[in-house]
């Protein structure tokens, strides 16, 4: 029989999951995170052409340097980049390119917070 603290648990888990209303919505501007997360699904599936891989994937690296640089660390900006993941994972391949695209442009822009 199950006690009632997993209920509780349980409850609390379904009532504090975000809605995905604000979900799978393209960003109107790139931030480090959001971009590492953008153009990794990008990638993974196939919205841009093969040709094109390594300079989306270069921006991915500088984009990851910037979050570890304004999160203060490696661990806090693999949590603010993990934590964006639910959140674009369901975008279209037509979203994904053009995310991608924003944040390829935006690669070379300074960045005062990874938001």
């Given at each position: 029989m199950l006690k009632l603290p997993f209920y509780a648990l349980l409850l609390a888990s379904?009532?504090?999951t975000p809605t995905r209303a604000d979900e799978d919505t393209l960003p109107d501007h790139a931030s480090p995170s959001v971009?590492?997360?953008?153009?990794?699904l990008a990638l993974e599936k196939g919205a841009i052409d093969a040709s094109d891989e390594?300079?989306?994937?270069a921006a991915a690296d500088t984009y990851r340097e910037?979050?570890?640089?304004?999160?203060?660390g490696a661990d806090a900006a693999n949590q603010?980049?993990?934590?964006s993941v639910a959140f674009f994972d369901g975008l279209s391949q037509d979203d994904l390119?053009?995310?991608a695209d924003m944040c390829l442009s935006a690669s070379d822009d300074s960045f005062?917070?990874?938001e």
């Open positions: 379904v009532l504090s971009c590492v997360v953008i153009i990794g390594d300079d989306y994937k910037l979050s570890i640089e304004l999160n203060g603010m980049i993990g934590s390119e053009k995310g005062d917070a990874d």
